[in-house]
């Protein structure tokens, strides 16, 4: 099963070597030297947070648009980063730590258009991402998880963040959790009591959902509440091919909107088409996150360089500005 924290380890240890990699890729054909006119390339995810770009409504945006496209799976944000700056990429998916560690560090990716928000819990207390124990377990809330060993995919990741804001919101301190990395086996520690707590995200959360060895203690809601994932191009691309960006930024919001709008079903059958190992069942009652319906804005951006300013991320490196994540007017 696919787990959307996995590309969490990758972004933590690739992400300090986007700026040399910038370096040995200059020549690569980003489309800086003059207007962009091939087929456009979209780094995507295989989990959920890709979804809208494979509606119909976003197929026939692109078309409307004139433009041609082909989406390339990638692992990780750090699997995007080179293949942007060589220009095997126009366009990627990314969390929004990753571009923002970035230009703390000197390369320039700029956000061109929205993916999901934190999408609140639902009625039953799930989210996208949620959080689990073992069974008998002295954990019983959020805030008592401080004092305990948590298997986090990747320290100074974007769902590291996210777990330290879910744990001081609930009234805890996070600071005194005992962080453990895990990668993409947080579960499996947890079963075998090297971890006293850990996450997922979805459908992997759904799928546990009957598991006896672990119990569930609690959704949380990512990013804050404000945008979580975003499409990213290189400060270079955007401004070269301004008109092109706004191009791509309308065709994702047609698919934003249309897959909000969407039932279970239908939103389901989209899913299974990239996550073919997902049983129809498994994603019929999946939590699925909703997307921006407009463009991104230099508030979510700036909510964004915040937390990981409130959380130290920044120590080594300079702070950016909001409008420096964004496409020059």
């Known amino acids: 099963m696919t787990n959307d924290h996995t590309f969490a380890k990758a972004v933590a240890a690739g992400i300090s070597t986007i700026a040399l990699v910038a370096l040995s890729a200059c020549g690569g054909s980003d489309g800086g030297d003059g207007e962009f006119d091939g087929t456009v390339m979209i780094g995507t995810f295989p989990s959920l947070n890709s979804l809208s770009l494979y509606t119909d409504a976003a197929k026939e945006a692109f078309e409307k648009e004139g433009l041609q496209v082909e989406f390339k799976t990638v692992a990780t944000p750090a699997e995007a980063a080179p293949q942007l700056i060589g220009g095997q990429l126009q366009f990627s998916i990314m969390d929004m730590t990753t571009p923002i560690t970035a230009a703390s560090q000197g390369t320039d990716f700029a956000m061109v258009a929205p993916s999901n928000y934190g999408t609140p819990l639902f009625d039953d207390g799930w989210g996208t991402g949620n959080l689990w124990v073992a069974p008998g377990s002295d954990i019983t809330s959020v805030e008592d998880i401080p004092g305990h ?24 301190d996070s600071s005194k959790i005992e962080w453990i990395e895990t990668g993409a086996t947080g579960i499996t520690n947890l079963k075998s009591g090297q971890v006293d707590v850990t996450t997922t995200s979805e459908p992997s959360g759904t ?123």
């Open 149 to 172: 060993k948590f298997g986090v995919p990747a320290m100074n990741s974007q769902i590291w963040l996210d777990i330290r804001t879910a744990v001081d919101e609930a009234g805890g």
């Open 207 to 329: 799928a546990l959902a009957g598991d006896k060895e672990v119990k569930h203690l609690a959704g949380f809601v990512s990013a804050g509440g404000d945008l979580a994932f975003e499409f990213v191009s290189t400060q270079d691309f955007a401004n070269t091919n301004p008109e092109l960006v706004e191009k791509f930024e309308r065709a994702v919001l047609a698919g934003n909107k249309a897959f909000n709008a969407m039932s279970t079903e239908e939103k389901a059958a989209l899913a299974q088409t990239i996550l073919p190992e997902a049983s129809p069942e498994l994603l019929r009652a999946v939590r699925f996150p909703t997307f921006l319906e407009e463009e991104i804005g230099e508030d979510s951006v700036k909510a964004a360089i915040d937390r990981m300013e409130k959380y130290g991320l920044f120590e080594d490196a300079d702070v950016p500005a909001p409008e420096d994540l964004l496409p020059k007017d």
